[in-house]
Structure formats: C-alpha cells, structure tokens
Nanobody, 127 residues
Framework: QVQLAESGGGLVQAGGSLRLSCGAS????????MGWFRQAPGKEREFVAA????????YYADSVKGRFTISRDNAKNTVYLQMNSLKPEDTAVYYC????????????????????WGQGTQVTVSS
C-alpha cells in the first residue's frame, strides 16, 4: 500500500507560480511512476504531468507544456510540480498518483495506469 500526501496548493494571481509537493510512502519510490492530475469544477479529471524515473522520462499535457515542470527527489520520496505562468483555467484540485514497479506497458496519461491517489490540493488562480 502506498500513501500519498499533496501540499503546496493555494490562491495565486494569474501569471504567478506555485510548487506542489507529493510525499509517498514505500521503500522503492524510484521504481514508481508518479503523476499529477487535476479536476476543475464540473469537469472530468485530466492528466497534467508524469515522471518515470527509471526510464528518465517525463510527460506533459499539451496545456501545460513549457509552463509546468515535474521533478522528483527519490531520496525524499517526493515528487514536485512547479507551475509557472499560471492561468485562471489552471484552477482545479490537483491530485498526485502513483504506481509501483511501473513497466511502461500503459500510457502515463491514463488514470488507470495508477493504483494510488492522494486526497488532492486546491489551486486557485485569480484573474
């Protein structure tokens, strides 16, 4: 069982920045694929970014490319999402997700790739 805990959400003006963090339990964090998803009010949850450290790969939704950066510190069992140039349409609850021992057999942008989810953290971008 992997437990995830997000932090770092808040209220920011358009054009501003926030950094989200997600701490994970477990002894083999480096083998996890870690993802960030978000869900805006009245919308379905959508993929934001993912990090597969074992393959040295990161993945981004088109809507955040060039503005968001996913990174991880395996020594701290933590994944980060640096969000710059925030827009009002980035307002959502952001969820951290994980799958241990990921083999690359499923697309990182699919929710079904992940077995574990955090509770979410609210990000609100004002115009």
């Amino acid at each position: 069982q992997v437990q995830l805990a997000e932090s770092g959400g808040g209220l920011v003006q358009a054009g501003g920045s926030l950094r989200l963090s997600c701490g994970a339990s477990g002894r083999t964090f480096s083998s996890y694929i870690m993802g960030w998803f978000r869900q805006a009010p009245g919308k379905e949850r959508e993929f934001v970014a993912a990090s597969w450290w074992a393959a040295g790969s990161t993945y981004y939704a088109d809507s955040v490319k060039g503005r968001f950066t996913i990174s991880r510190d395996n020594a701290k069992n933590t994944v980060y999402l640096q969000m710059n140039s925030l827009k009002p349409e980035d307002t959502a609850v952001y969820y951290c997700a994980a799958r241990s021992h990921y083999s690359g057999s499923t697309y990182p942008g699919m929710e079904t790739t992940y077995d574990y989810w955090g509770q979410g953290t609210q990000v609100t971008v004002s115009s």
